[in-house]
């Protein structure tokens, strides 16, 4: 195989994310016997648009310049899909490595996309709402060739929400001449954005639990549930488990912990987050560090917060049978290995919280059509998409002998692989 990059560096791509994505893609290429080729030509993104745009601050003199990207990994499937971050570290490589895990995610739901990834370099939490209109309005701008209904699909990521959703919309609405709803998913459901969205990826990741621990040899009701993260994807799994009858042990948040034995109430959890903003301060409950929490005793373990929580150093302690990775990339490689050395089954990422995308999916149909389902509609079709997808990763787990992330990984790319080999090279 020929490498683009040279040998060993990863040219414009350098970043500490896209040698792990792509040290992924190397690895299960070589388990599954993916052709050189293909290999090769997905180890690159296929489109990735840089800009630089200037951006003015309320009250300052100076105006700044600004670095965006959009990277479209795969452009064979069909449109491409992915988030837009706006982060203060975001850099090409770092977007072209979630393009590319973004690939991997539509594939294995067998939904119609490529994956994308976009990002704005900038720091939200200190932006002002006019400046976040304005930055957002500048940015789809310079993407508007790159971005559409029939080309690429934006949705939200870290920094940013549904409001960002709504001014991409309008902004591409008024360059293009009429309301084009289908520009962007994640948006608010006034403007076509779907009902259930907010709540999919955790009602999704539990969706799939009842399955996974059938298949462990326990249930769900009466399990102990531990969730890191108490946000969108938290906040939804932890509820849904609750639902089920699991007792949800312990959740935290970025200021800490809180742990009751006899299992959390987690729709009073949530009110006082509500009102609160965080779990800080919560009555009758014992207080737990984010670390602590990682070595509660429990059945079941949902980390849902950032990437790179479970390592080497805390592996072993993990109680859980069953961990759930409602995060993107919450573990890293050496602690994946001491996972599957010590047995513990894992839902990886990009099945677990492919609930988002999914519905994301329904979203865009939906404006596509001008045809809007109801709620019952789209939690009934979201289970089962999710349970289907999980039971033929479950079928490569066991018939080829993988552990779940490659089994996952391996249908994911299998399915890209076989639908460029059909296309074939042009000219
Ligand atoms: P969010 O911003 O709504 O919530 C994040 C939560 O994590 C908050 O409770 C925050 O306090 C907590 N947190 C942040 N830093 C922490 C730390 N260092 N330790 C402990 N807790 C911390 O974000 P979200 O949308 O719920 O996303 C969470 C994760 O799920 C991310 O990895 C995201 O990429 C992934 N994800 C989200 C979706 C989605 O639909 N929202 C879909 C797929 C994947």
New binding site residues.
Partial sequence: MTDPFGEGGLGELESPLYREALAQLDRVAGVMGLDDNIHARLRVPQRATVTTFPFRREGYYEVETVFAYRVQHVLTMGPTKGGIRYAPDVNLGEVAALAMLMTWKTSLMSLPFGGAKGGVRVDPTVLTRPEVQRLTRRYTAEMINVIGPDTDIPAP??GTNEQVMAWIMDTYSQHVGHAEPGVVTGKPPELGGSVARRE??GRGLVSLLPAATTHLGFEVEGSRVVV???????QYAALAAHEMGALVVAV???TGGIYNSKGLDIPQVQEWVTENG?LSGYPDVDMVS?EELFELECDILIP????GVITRDNADKITARLIAE???GPTTVDADDILRERNIFVIPDILA?AG?VTVSYFEWVQDLQNFFWSEGEIVARLREIMGSAFEEVLNISINEGYDMRTAALVKGIRRVARAKLVRGVYP
């Fill in positions: 990521d870290m999919a990826t890191h993260g108490f946000g969108n994807v938290g935290s948040d970025v965080t984010n849902a917060a950032v990437g409602g995060a993107n919280n988002g």
